[in-house]
């Protein structure tokens, strides 16, 4: 399985609402990011886990919660979300952090994400 | 402040010729350098990278350049076929900051039949 699978591949909600993303990899890899990509802009990064500890928080709003339960799954709790949050929220791997940057992520296809 | 740079947001070549895709960047700290591709509905996939030790990177249809000097790197695409179609991101990182990817705005690239 050489594979980043994120579910859903999109979902609309009110911004009153709670959802969650999730993404899965069986490739034994230890760190996971969660990067949003705005249209026409470069992917941004939101959050790394590495060996499931929270490594990195790139100052996002406490809307966004991230949760890693185990080294296979990451999830991205969604509360309380503005329109502008509306974009393509990517989940990526790599065997460790270090090597992410080096050796390329594998990136999941992506959940689109509209906040109405 | 945009570290990474790729100032032609589009470029059409025809089947069998050259794709050359630039890059440019401002942090003389980043050692890495990676090259992405991504089709619509899809996650960006990784293509190939270079280290800042050397100046040249090849994978088969693939080569990257770097000219560290400038700034400045390109990936070569030869010969470019149809299906090379696609958005194509340049990104880059620094061990010392924690080596987290930063991504330039990307290049669409057709390669007309």
């Known amino acids: 399985d050489t594979e980043v699978t994120q579910t859903p591949k999109h979902l609309v909600m009110g911004m009153t609402n709670k959802k969650s993303l999730k993404c899965e990899q069986h490739m034994g890899h230890r760190a996971m990011y969660w990067y949003k990509q705005k249209a026409k802009k470069p992917p941004e990064l939101m959050f790394v886990?590495?060996?499931?500890?929270?490594?990195i928080n790139e100052s996002v709003p406490s809307r966004f919660s991230p949760e890693c339960p185990n080294s296979s799954l990451l999830n991205l709790h969604l509360h309380a979300l503005q329109p502008e949050d509306s974009a393509l929220y990517l989940c990526?791997?790599?065997?460790?952090?270090?090597?992410?940057?080096?050796?390329?992520?594998?990136f999941g296809s992506g959940t689109r994400l509209t906040v109405v | 402040d945009q570290q990474v740079k790729q100032n032609s947001p589009s470029l059409s070549v025809q089947e069998g010729r050259i794709s050359i895709l630039n890059c440019d960047y401002t942090n003389s700290m980043f050692d890495y350098f990676l090259w992405y591709k991504k089709y619509p509905a899809e996650g960006p996939t990784f293509l190939i990278s270079?280290?800042?030790?050397?100046d040249k990177n090849e994978d088969g249809r693939f080569t990257v350049f770097l000219n560290k000097s400038a700034k400045h790197l390109s990936l070569h695409i030869v010969p470019s076929q149809p299906g090379d179609s696609a958005v194509y991101f340049c990104?880059?990182?620094?061990?010392?900051?924690?080596?987290?990817?930063?991504f330039g705005q990307g290049t669409t690239l057709q390669v007309k039949p």
């Open positions: 270079i280290s800042s030790i050397k």
């Open positions: 990526a791997s790599s065997q460790v952090f270090f090597a992410g940057s080096r050796y390329g992520y594998t």
């Open positions: 886990y590495s060996y499931e500890k929270l490594s």
């Open positions: 990104a880059a990182s620094s061990s010392s900051n924690t080596g987290k990817l930063i």
